[in-house]
């Protein structure tokens, strides 16, 4: 037999909560002294406690843990119900770091929210490119969507013997419904071959695009873009409909932090 200190070590509880349980009826000792009061287990109950706990981990409520237990759950099933729950709140997880990661880019965004942002105001020249193309559901699943488009454009170009040329670059249509059309790209030089299945791109001239440039991972980019976009509206100009452009100057794959990309945003 175990003293109630005695279970509540052997079980990770504590006193105060083996005296709730008991007055719930979920966990009644095996005997309690008349005269002293004090409460007794068995060795055979901590199978029960352990039950009870991680039916409560689980999130089942008190009354359901009674049901529950009362049916007498194999190891097996209860096994099963555990590996359920880990695979649900390892998803959860995720779902709530990547939630935190957008905060917090939210947060640095309004932070330099009055910071300056240098621009210039340029002339982007037409260019040849090999392209891939996606689609995005929105503009936080871009990233998802340009990665495996990169390694699908640069396999097939690798595999017609063509060199990649730098600086890569993508470049977006902004949907009405908040879909976004992808684009990832590398240039061709006149006369390049790309290889057959791969689809080759005019990109035309934009006589005036405002451009800045990004400094860090592109996770963080948004930062920037809406910086630019606050530095067009301030100068007097509008974004004239066509692509927005991401130019990759500089991509050391080793030191995100490191990482040059230039903006570019036609305007009229």
Partial sequence: ?????????????????????????????????PFTGRRSYAAAQLARLNRLVA????????????????????????????????AELVEQIAADRSRLD?????????????DMTETTVTTLPSIRVAERRGEAASLEEVAAVV??????????????????QDPAMAFYELHDDGTVGVHVAFPLPTGDD???????????????????QHLGPLDEAAEAWQ????????????????????????MPMDDPGAWVTELQWPVR
């Fill in 194 to 212: 790309p290889g057959v299945g791969n689809t080759v791109t005019l990109l035309p001239a934009e006589e005036h695009a405002i451009v800045t």
């Fill in 55 to 86: 039916l409560k981990d689980l999130g089942f409520s008190l009354d359901q843990v009674r049901l529950l237990l009362d049916e007498a759950l194999e190891a097996d099933e209860l096994r099963g119900m555990l590996r359920l729950r880990h």
């Fill in 147 to 164: 990665q495996p488009l990169f390694g699908e454009l640069a396999g097939a170009l690798a595999a017609t013997g063509a060199p990649l």
């Fill in 102 to 114: 957008r905060v917090e880019r939210r947060l640095r965004t309004i932070e330099k929210e009055h």
């Fill in 1 to 33: 037999m175990f003293t109630i200190g005695e279970l509540a070590r052997l079980g990770g509880v504590s006193v105060r909560m083996l005296r709730h349980y008991d007055a719930l009826g979920l966990l009644e000792p095996a005997e309690v002294d």
């Fill in 227 to 250: 910086a630019l976009g606050a530095a067009m509206a301030s100068d007097g100009l509008e974004p004239s409909g066509a692509a927005v452009r991401e130019v990759y100057i500089h």
